[in-house]
């Protein structure tokens, strides 16, 4: 896939439908300490009263050269911004507000997955059910996709 | 238990060969505050947290190290990759050739091979919470030693986002340190 991204430190993505969807996502207080998913993502962290940067370090904007690398980063970014609710939630069950926003960035994650799945194979082996063929190691593995 | 997502939790893409930098990188492979050590720390305390904010937390804090294990052993892997054997002994890496070969294989950066003794469980959870809350320190800053030490954005922009996750996940701990001294629970 990496061949497919540009790690560029300064320049826009190409692609970033998210930026207006989540801008300003609800009202609640902790939800306004967010990053939308792809910001967050970039970072490492969704919250922004938490980041910290390093000397002069800025976050790797990633830039998807195709489609397979932008179906890729939709899967990684909206499954992060989950996942960081995740263990946010983990500490703060009762949050109302971000149980919304969990579960609305793991519905579209799990979309993300679907549409990934779709076209460049299965990303886990639930995907794969009434096949005729087992696709699961027909696609590259996650640490060589570079050389694709 | 678990299922494997065929991704990275984050994008790699190392283009330039560094025997040095993996050389150094592995210590967050298989080194005292690196990745094995903090997934088996958190899996291996969740059983006697006291409740289950502290079960969930342990458990998907530790699930994403195992992950984390996955991107330091991709970046170790691609700077290795297509190295000579003449490259190897220059690098100083003759020795890991003897027993490994090109292999991966969990040590500091010093050549110590991953143990468990790096990892405590005491049975107190404000006690192993601590302990937790100094790991993700710990890795916070050998992930800023290693940024110091290279100059390849490609291992760069990983390691600053790794660090960015031992940030985190020191919150998320402090938190739960936090709740469970002012809402004393029993130990079990």
Redesign the interface.
Known sequence: ???N?S?D?YDRPAMNIFEQTFLSPNNSLPVQNLKEPYEG?????L?DH???Q??N?R??R?VPNNEQAEL??N??QLS?AA??L???L????NDAQMINLFNRYQQMANEAVKAYEKKY??????SLSNTDQFS?EA?A???E??EK | MW?????????????KKDLRMAKFLVTQYGGANGEMAAALRYLNQRYTMPD??GK??LT??GT?ELAHI?MI??MV??LMKNATLEELEAAGLASHYAEHNRSLYPTDANGVPFTIAYVATTGDYLADLSEDMAAEEKARAVY?NL?DLTED??V??PL??????E???F??FK??YD?YKQNKKEPR
Do not use: C
């Open positions: 896939m990496n061949n991204f790690f430190q993502f970039i970072r490492g962290n919250f938490l980041y910290r390093y000397q370090y976050p790797t990633l890729l980063l899967v990684d992060f996942h960081e995740n263990l946010y983990d500490v703060y069950p194979g299965p990303l886990t082996i639930n699961w696609y593995w996650p640490w996709m570079e | 299922k494997y997502e065929k991704r990275l939790q984050y994008p790699i893409s190392i283009k289950n904010r969930a937390l998907d804090i994403e996955e052993s991709t892997y691609q800023e940024i954005p490609d760069i922009g600053l986002w790794l660090r960015q996750r940030i985190i996940h919150q998320r938190e739960l709740y």
